[in-house]
């Protein structure tokens, strides 16, 4: 083999090599949830998903309810996950585990938000949805409770309540009407089995600003 045959195969493998680790990372970066995605939360022990509509509550703080839908593909059910009001996360960036963050309602931009109200099925504590245009104030703070380093997709994780320290949950209550069988969301004081929730359905945002389509969207 001569010496350009060998210069040749030498700058074929590095270039190998570097499309493998571009591929590795780009590969690396969509296994998580980022800033800016919007998603659909499925609780795990109860297979409904995080919800909300432009009804309110008939107790408690009387803000916009919070329940949990069986229906996979109502559009009530995504969530933009943002920054917290005093540190805005960049766009595409990796949530990390221990991470603050709001979860915004995509249709009609009130956050999750927590308080000391009785929920009014189980009694623990109300979840609702609060604010104008995504701008509400401290009690939209939830941390993402996760083992890892960054919030991966396939995990299953909790969110803890900032401000209060409850545990965003599914214990099966079921509404009647006017949102008969929708499932009952509120904050428990421990972490259980009833507080695990995945990202099913979304639009994920990457570092480069380039949305990444997931399932229905």
Same mark, same amino acid.
């Given at each position: 083999?001569?010496?350009?045959?060998?210069?040749?195969?030498?700058?074929?493998?590095?270039?190998?090599?570097?499309?493998?680790?571009?591929?590795?990372?780009?590969?690396?970066?969509?296994?998580?949830?980022?800033?800016?995605?919007?998603?659909?939360?499925?609780?795990?022990?109860?297979?409904? #998903?995080?919800?909300?509509?432009?009804? @309110?509550?008939?107790?408690?703080?009387?803000?916009? %309810? !919070? /329940? *949990?839908?069986?229906?996979?593909?109502?559009?009530?059910?995504?969530?933009?996950?943002?920054?917290?009001?005093?540190?805005?996360?960049?766009?595409?960036?990796?949530?990390?585990?221990?991470?603050?963050?709001?979860?915004?309602?995509?249709?009609?931009?009130?956050?999750?938000?927590?308080?000391?109200?009785?929920?009014?099925?189980?009694?623990?504590?109300?979840?609702?949805?609060?604010?104008?245009?995504?701008?509400?104030?401290?009690?939209?703070?939830?941390?993402?409770?996760?083992?890892?380093?960054?919030?991966? #997709?396939?995990?299953?994780?909790?969110? @803890?309540?900032?401000?209060?320290?409850?545990?965003? %949950? !599914? /214990? *099966?209550?079921?509404?009647?009407?006017?949102?008969?069988?929708?499932?009952?969301?509120?904050?428990?004081?421990?972490?259980?089995?009833?507080?695990?929730?995945?990202?099913?359905?979304?639009?994920?945002?990457?570092?480069?600003?380039?949305?990444?389509?997931?399932?229905?969207?």
């Amino acid at each position: 083999m001569g010496p350009f045959r060998v210069i040749s195969v030498f700058l074929d493998l590095i270039l190998v090599c570097l499309m493998f680790v571009q591929c590795g990372a780009r590969d690396l970066d969509s296994s998580y949830v980022t800033c800016g995605s919007l998603v659909k939360l499925l609780n795990t022990r109860h297979s409904v #998903r995080l919800h909300s509509h432009d009804v @309110k509550y008939g107790s408690g703080s009387g803000q916009q %309810s !919070v /329940t *949990g839908v069986d229906l996979a593909d109502d559009a009530n059910s995504y969530w933009r996950i943002r920054g917290k009001p005093d540190k805005v996360c960049q766009r595409g960036e990796p949530i990390r585990c221990g991470q603050a963050i709001r979860i915004t309602h995509m249709k009609t931009g009130r956050n999750l938000h927590s308080h000391h109200f009785s929920s009014p099925l189980s009694n623990h504590q109300e979840v609702s949805a609060f604010g104008e245009n995504g701008e509400g104030d401290d009690l939209d703070v939830w941390s993402v409770q996760c083992s890892a380093t960054y919030w991966e #997709r396939d995990d299953a994780v909790r969110f @803890k309540h900032v401000a209060t320290e409850v545990f965003l %949950s !599914v /214990t *099966g209550e079921q509404y009647g009407q006017p949102i008969r069988g929708q499932r009952e969301v509120h904050g428990m004081p421990s972490p259980n089995q009833h507080n695990y929730w995945k990202v099913m359905e979304g639009v994920f945002i990457q570092p480069s600003s380039d949305p990444v389509r997931h399932d229905e969207l």
